[in-house]
């Protein structure tokens, strides 16, 4: 390996160089020791002033100087076909046609990419890894033989079975109101209405939530020809910002063994924006924040929280 990083390379040079580093190390230093040094021991003013630009200039042309020694005696050094051999492959930087066939520098290349993407991989799955979202219930916290075996789902459930889900939730929370629709076939639509704050338009395919809009109680959720609105947002920015969360809320109950228990969790997170406008903040107390109410509901507790103090 010895031999294979002296190819190309002036050694007498080399030592010559090191040399050179030396002394312009030097000459730098004495530089910063001049102007460090001042002016001193004349006893005109003008007289300090003309030895100090004299020794001031003496030292940089030394810099100068020893810089272009420097300079000749790098092209002298030379330098090795490569500084990194790996192993045995190191020969290939002794092909004299190495200039056509670069094999051993295309191979350094290659093992320097192959480093940086593995860091860089490694970067991503620690971030990813601290904002992973429970979307499957390999996540959820619950040991596998605890776990009921699982059955096989279809997004296609029979439509008396999806009216008797969305009827038995109706009938749990006494302040909801849930009237489902089908405009359009089989797939399902819900306008929700939350007492006199807010109602949800609930997009499903079978009982899979797709979208939801949240919207002000006295806003219009219907088009001019008497459809629900699914695509209009709320006015008001409070609700734009329950919107976001609400989207937020479906990617996190995610269980498609068992979508009844989705709706009625996400149903019962709904729900607590009964006091969306009376329950103060958790962590810093206050009911408004940039004249916001808390519009964030932890999902396990259900406790409420300005957007900014949830972190």
């Known amino acids: 390996m010895a031999d294979v990083l002296s190819v190309g390379v002036n050694l007498e040079a080399f030592a010559q160089a090191i040399s050179a580093i030396q002394a312009l190390r030097s000459s730098v230093s004495r530089v910063f020791d001049c102007l460090k040094d001042g002016m001193r021991n004349k006893e005109t003013l003008e007289g300090r002033e003309k030895a100090f630009i004299a020794h001031f200039q003496d030292n940089l042309h030394s810099v100068n100087r020893d810089l272009n020694e420097l300079e000749r005696l790098s092209n002298l050094v030379g330098k090795p076909s490569e500084n990194h051999p790996l192993h045995n492959s190191g020969l290939l930087s002794l092909d ?6 670069p094999l051993y520098s295309q191979l350094l290349q290659a093992y320097k990419w192959s480093n940086k993407l593995q860091y860089h991989a490694g970067l991503a799955s620690g971030l990813l890894n601290q904002q992973s979202l429970k979307r499957s219930a390999n996540q959820m916290g619950v040991s596998a033989k605890r776990r009921p075996k699982a059955q096989p789902t279809t997004l296609v459930l029979p439509l008396q079975y999806v009216d008797d889900v969305i009827s038995r939730i109706d009938r749990m929370f006494p302040e909801m109101s849930i009237h489902l629709s089908r405009p359009n076939g089989t797939s399902a639509m819900l306008l ?43 006015s008001y920015q409070v609700f734009q910002k329950v919107t976001d969360h609400a989207t937020t809320a479906l990617l996190h109950y995610q269980l498609p063994q068992m979508p009844d228990v989705v709706v009625r969790s996400f149903m019962t997170w709904l729900r607590s924006y009964i006091k969306l406008f009376q329950a103060p903040c ?4 206050k009911f408004l924040q940039d004249g916001l109410p808390p519009t964030w509901r932890d999902f396990r507790t259900l406790e409420a929280f300005h957007d900014t103090c949830r972190q």
Do not use: A, H
Not at 96 to 101: A, E, F, I
Not at 282 to 285: E, I, M
């Open 282 to 285: 958790q962590r810093c107390g």
């Open 192 to 234: 929700v209405t939350l007492g006199k704050v807010l109602k949800v338009i609930v997009v499903m395919r079978s009982l899979f939530i797709d979208r939801t809009i949240v919207k002000g109680y006295n806003e219009n959720v219907y088009t001019e020809d008497g459809k629900l609105d699914i695509w209009s947002k709320s």
């Open 96 to 101: 004299p046609v190495q200039d056509k066939t």
